[in-house]
């Protein structure tokens, strides 16, 4: 907008004018645009302009909130929504960004399929103070680790590039979990997604482990290794929010709806393993 017009020349339009020219910015230029002048100020915080800010089916959205909405403009609201919402039950995190206002969700593990999550000697439901959501999954012991989450991409901001992580963490007492490389991926529609692999563990511990591993186990990790499809061998990095993730993969949200796939699977190994805390898998847009 600066060096378009001088505040002068804008006097000479009507507010509603000027407030249809800054829904064509973004939410970051229309905030920095009330600095310039009271015209601008009245103009950036009408709901012309946040109406357009505001994804399209945010009245649904809405809707589907756990806890009833209170907002006096569209400019509060779409503030409110930079928080994160639980909604469909509280299944789903909702939240939109605010320097874009393009969506981003979390699955809840509820909302996963997690095989045989629902067989007590596998898996079990607790309810943790820090998690946003009222349960997640925590493995107790099994041999086969396989998850799997799906979003529609209309449920997502049109033409945006987005990242699925999962949202995990690994208890004190865990065994088993980064013996060898899951295989995690991430497929749009009939495409065939590009597969590579992960370890469930932190960056730091994972030299400490594999040598801990080796002495343990000798050759046996390695040719159990080799069962696994070949990849990078991503690591779980930590979150803001006391959690840790590990990229599953990336893709591009079109104008088609198409489904999205999203997984990690670890079975091939045959090996026990416990001490996995699944919170969810989290659909954001990259930058």
């Known amino acids: 907008m600066e060096g378009l017009m001088d505040d002068d020349q804008f006097k000479i339009l009507p507010e509603g004018c000027v407030s249809t020219i800054l829904s064509f910015t973004s939410p970051q230029d229309a905030c920095k645009s009330s600095l310039v002048s009271t015209i601008f100020q009245s103009a950036a915080d009408s709901d012309i302009v946040w109406e ?37 039950g509280g299944r789903k995190s909702f939240r939109i960004e605010k320097s874009s206002g393009k969506k ?35 493995l107790r012991t099994m041999c086969w680790l396989e998850i799997v989450g799906k979003i529609e991409t209309q ?5 945006t590039k987005y990242g699925a992580y999962l949202i995990l963490k690994i208890s004190e007492r865990s065994y088993g979990l980064d013996s060898m490389p899951s295989e995690i991926s991430v497929e749009v529609g009939n495409n065939q997604g590009s597969t590579t692999t992960a370890y ?50 990336e893709f591009f949200s079109g104008e088609n709806d198409e489904e999205v796939k999203m997984s990690l699977m670890e079975v091939k190994g045959h090996h026990l393993k416990g001490g996995l805390i699944i919170e969810g898998i989290e659909v954001r847009p990259k930058h």
């Not at 009245?59 to 928080?83: A, G, H, R, T, Y």
Request: with cysteine.
């Open 104 to 138: 981003s969700f979390i699955l809840s593990a509820r909302d996963l399929h997690i095989t045989w999550s629902n067989e007590p000697q596998y898996w079990h439901w607790a309810s943790l103070p820090e998690s946003r959501f009222s349960e997640v999954a925590v």
């Open 155 to 159: 449920m997502l901001s049109p033409n």
């Open 200 to 249: 469930l563990r932190l960056a730091q511990e994972h030299a400490r482990k594999q040598q801990m591993e080796r002495l343990v186990y000798g050759n046996r990790t390695e040719r159990l290794k080799s069962r696994v499809a070949e990849g990078d061998g991503r690591v779980a990095s930590e979150r803001e929010d006391g959690w840790l993730e590990i990229e599953l993969g």
């Open 52 to 88: 357009r800010f505001l994804p399209t089916d945010y009245q649904d959205i809405v809707s589907k909130s756990n806890f009833p909405f209170k907002f006096s403009s569209k400019k509060e609201l779409f503030l409110q929504l930079c928080n994160s919402l639980l909604i469909d």
